[in-house]
Nanobody, 125 residues
Framework: QVQLVESGGGLVQAGGSMRISCATSGRASNSLGMGWFRQAPGKEREFVGYSSWIGGTFYADSAKERFTISRDNAKNTLYLQMNSLKPEDTAVYYC???????????????????WGQGTQVTVSS
């Protein structure tokens, strides 16, 4: 069973940076496609970015140029580096994982079989 645990959230001022992490256990992270999603208060959960198991990364328009996804496979950890943060980035951030045989739309929640509990990121204005 794959388990995902996010960490690193908190409070940051607008314009600041934050890095959140997602530790994977139960399966090597390099055998999983992994995504970041977020859910702001009163809104539906939305796609942020995706890291394929072969190394490609893809981002939502809202994250391009500001967010970067990386992996440390030796630590089985996925990262989301967020720069130039805005108040509208305030949300609970979730990491999610899907097995490599799933090749559907990486921005769709239904593609993912495993989810973390989420970490709160709050950006103050």
């Amino acid at each position: 069973q794959v388990q995902l645990v996010e960490s690193g959230g908190g409070l940051v001022q607008a314009g600041g940076s934050m890095r959140i992490s997602c530790a994977t256990s139960g399966r090597a992270s390099n055998s999983l496609g992994m995504g970041w999603f977020r859910q702001a208060p009163g809104k539906e959960r939305e796609f942020v970015g995706y890291s394929s198991w072969i190394g490609g990364t893809f981002y939502a328009d809202s994250a391009k140029e500001r967010f970067t996804i990386s992996r440390d496979n030796a630590k089985n950890t996925l990262y989301l580096q967020m720069n130039s943060l805005k108040p509208e980035d305030t949300a609970v951030y979730y990491c999610a994982a899907r097995p490599t045989w799933k090749t559907g739309s990486y921005f769709s929640e239904t593609e993912y079989e495993y989810w973390g509990q989420g970490t709160q990121v709050t950006v103050s204005s």
